[in-house]
C-alpha cells in the first residue's frame, strides 16, 4: 500500500468528512483547521473568522486503489467551488475551497483538476491552491462527525442530497 495524504477545504469539514470517508482507497479522513494565525485554534476560535484558518480535512488514502486526480475530480464535484468563503448557509474565510499542497506534484495536479472543473461550471472556480502553512486536528467530537450524528438536522439537510450527487457520478469509487 502506497499511503498519500491530502488536505482539502470546501466548506464545513462534517460534509466533506462524510464524502471522502465513503471512497474505496480512503482509510482515514481527520477533520481539522489549516493556514491560519492563531496557534492550536479551537472550533470556538474559527468560526469568529478571525483567525485565517480553514476547516479542512486530511485524507489518508492508497494512490493503489484511487488517485489524487480522482480525489480531486470529487472535490470539484462536492461542494460549490465558486463561491467565496461560502457553502450554502455557512459564511466566512473558514468555510473557504481551498486545496493546500506540500510538494510540487500535488500543486500541479489541483492546477490541472481546476482547470478541467471550471468546464463544469459557468463562474469562475475561485479555490484557493496554496502551500500548507500549519494544520491542527479538530476537537474529537468533530471525528466521524456524520456517521456519529447523522440524524442531526444540519447533517440531514446537507450531506444525504450531496452523497446522492456523488454516488451518481462516482459510484464506482464508492465503498
Known amino acids: 500500500m502506497a499511503k498519500q495524504e491530502l488536505i482539502l477545504g470546501g466548506g464545513c469539514f462534517w460534509c ?3 464524502v471522502f470517508e465513503l471512497l474505496k482507497g480512503v482509510s482515514d479522513v481527520e477533520s481539522g483547521y489549516a493556514n491560519g494565525q492563531t496557534l492550536n485554534p ?3 476560535d474559527i468560526c469568529t473568522g478571525d483567525t485565517g484558518h480553514a476547516e479542512v480535512i486530511k485524507i489518508t488514502y492508497d494512490d493503489t486503489v484511487i488517485t489524487s486526480d480522482t480525489l480531486l475530480d470529487i472535490f470539484f464535484v462536492a461542494h460549490n467551488p465558486t463561491t467565496l468563503n461560502q457553502q450554502g448557509a455557512d459564511r466566512g474565510t473558514q468555510y473557504r ?3 493546500l499542497y ?3 506534484e ?3 495536479a489541483a492546477e490541472a483538476a481546476l482547470e478541467a472543473a471550471q468546464a463544469e461550471y459557468k463562474d469562475p472556480i475561485v479555490t484557493i491552491i496554496e502551500p500548507l502553512e ?3 486536528t479538530a476537537e474529537a467530537y468533530h471525528q466521524d ?5 447523522a440524524m442531526q438536522g444540519y447533517c440531514m439537510a446537507v450531506i444525504p442530497p450531496k452523497l446522492a450527487k456523488l454516488k451518481a457520478k462516482f459510484g464506482k469509487e464508492m465503498a
Do not use: L, M, V
Request: hydrophobic letters at 10%; charged letters at 30%.
Open 145 to 149: 462527525y456524520y456517521r456519529q450524528n
Open 97 to 99: 475551497s481551498t486545496i
Open 102 to 104: 506540500t510538494d510540487e
Open 42 to 44: 479551537t472550533y470556538r
Open 106 to 108: 500535488t500543486k500541479e
Open 134 to 136: 500549519c494544520y491542527y
Open 16 to 18: 466533506t468528512e462524510a
